[in-house]
């Protein structure tokens, strides 16, 4: 799980940044930072149910557990535990 | 709220005499000096865009050189074809009918459309419908996803959320109708030199509700500057038939009739252009609020969606962008 923060971020830069680099808080919207939108949404749940064998609920699509790399990590720790 | 700046549903009301007028130049003058063509050729569908836009061409150069395909497939509503020849007879335009079935059979259309819903909704098949629906405004949900719905032909409805890849293969493969139709589009302005026009309403061109390269292809779109209220504005001052005017705005593109305000815009047309003018002219939305029947945090969830659509669908407007400049040629 300690590593669930650099596996994020490693997606993020690969899917929508194409390796470049880019600086992201963990805090940060990703939503308001205009990295990802409703496509990009369902490409981060395609991304969490399949490489963390889980599956993510209609009533669990909410910021609180998608919207930052912290949120998601939390989303996840909560998930698999 | 922006100082000076007005507010209320009849911001929306137009002079039709000068806005038909205004357009028709416009249309004449793109035809003459920079599309060098003919005439125009549209696709018509009996709905209230299509019908505005020829009745605007046809008004600007003559019935004689416009013509109205007619583009009908399996999903398509029975008045698709009723009212696009109301209008055509109309007009005195003529009409040209393209049944598209087999074009889309040919590209695995029907198939792969089945096979995607199916990938969701395991037991669709034969005599079951469906359509693609968003969340409404009084859903308050945080991500705008697709649902597919589909009906059994024993009329058992079932609704589920669309994964990434069935949203896609859904998507990829409707699209094929609106890309076939400007296909034959251009093959008539080609074979008439005539040039496309377009026939998207303002929300529509704003807010990216159009397939590129499918009805997002045009030479000329006459009513991309009109909100959609003004555009039916000009359909009663064109004289377009009362049939046309009472038909419910709709996508025309699945076999369950489908409302453009569950597939694309979350509220009916009447307040998406109210707030669409709101956000154009920096209203507040309180004020907007008090116009439209929504509360204003529902107008500033609208807001932000139109933020988000241009956002998300500016791909849809750009040109090919070029790795090297090319300073010869200038558009």
Redesign the interface.
């Given at each position: 799980m300690a590593d669930i923060e650099a596996e994020l971020r490693r997606f993020l830069a690969d899917k929508f940044f194409f390796g470049d680099d880019r600086p992201l808080g963990a805090e940060e919207s990703l939503v308001d930072a205009?990295i990802i939108?409703?496509?990009g949404?369902?490409?981060l749940?395609?991304h969490l149910e399949q490489h963390y064998h889980i599956k993510v609920n209609?009533d669990e699509?909410?910021?609180e557990n998608?919207d930052s790399i912290a949120s998601i990590r939390a989303f996840l720790e909560k998930k698999v535990s | 709220m922006m100082a000076g700046v007005h507010f209320s549903r009849e911001v929306l009301t137009i002079d039709g005499d000068r806005e038909v007028a205004r357009i028709a130049l416009s249309i004449r003058e793109a035809l003459a000096k920079r599309l060098r063509r003919r005439g125009l050729i549209l696709g018509i569908s009996g709905g209230i865009d299509s019908s505005v836009t020829a009745a605007l061409c046809a008004r600007a150069i003559g019935k004689d050189k416009v013509i109205g395909l007619q583009m009908p497939e399996r999903h398509s509503a029975d008045e698709t074809m009723a009212l696009s020849s109301v209008v055509a007879d109309h007009l005195g335009i003529r009409k040209v009918h393209w049944d598209i079935s087999s074009l889309l059979d040919a590209a695995g259309f029907y198939t792969k459309y089945d096979e995607a819903v199916r990938s969701v909704i395991p037991k669709y098949g034969a005599g079951w419908k469906s359509k693609l629906v968003l969340p409404g405004i009084g859903e308050d949900k945080p991500y705008t996803l697709f649902s597919i719905v589909a009906v059994s032909p024993d009329g058992r409805e079932i609704k589920k959320r669309l994964d990434l890849n069935s949203y896609l293969a859904i998507v990829a493969a409707t699209n094929f109708k609106q890309r076939i139709r400007k296909m034959l589009e251009y093959y008539h302005a080609d074979k008439h030199n005539y040039a496309v026009a377009g026939t998207p309403n303002r929300l529509e061109y704003d807010q990216g509700f159009f397939v590129k390269l499918g009805d997002g292809a045009a030479d000329i779109k006459p009513i991309a500057h009109l909100y959609k209220t003004q555009v039916y504005q000009l359909a009663r001052h064109l004289g377009l038939p009362e049939a046309v005017l009472r038909r419910p705005p709709t996508t025309d593109t699945y076999s369950l009739p489908q409302g453009q305000d569950e597939f694309y815009f979350t509220v009916p047309y009447e307040i998406m252009d109210l707030c669409l003018y709101g956000k154009n002219h920096g209203i507040d939305a309180e004020t907007v609020s008090g116009h439209t029947g929504l509360s204003p945090q529902q107008v500033r969830s609208i807001y932000r969606d139109i933020e988000r659509k241009r956002s998300t669908t500016l791909y849809l407007h750009l040109p090919p962008i070029l790795a090297g400049a090319v300073p010869e040629i200038v558009t």
């Open positions: 205009g939108d409703s496509m949404v369902l490409e749940i395609s209609d699509l909410v910021p998608l | -």
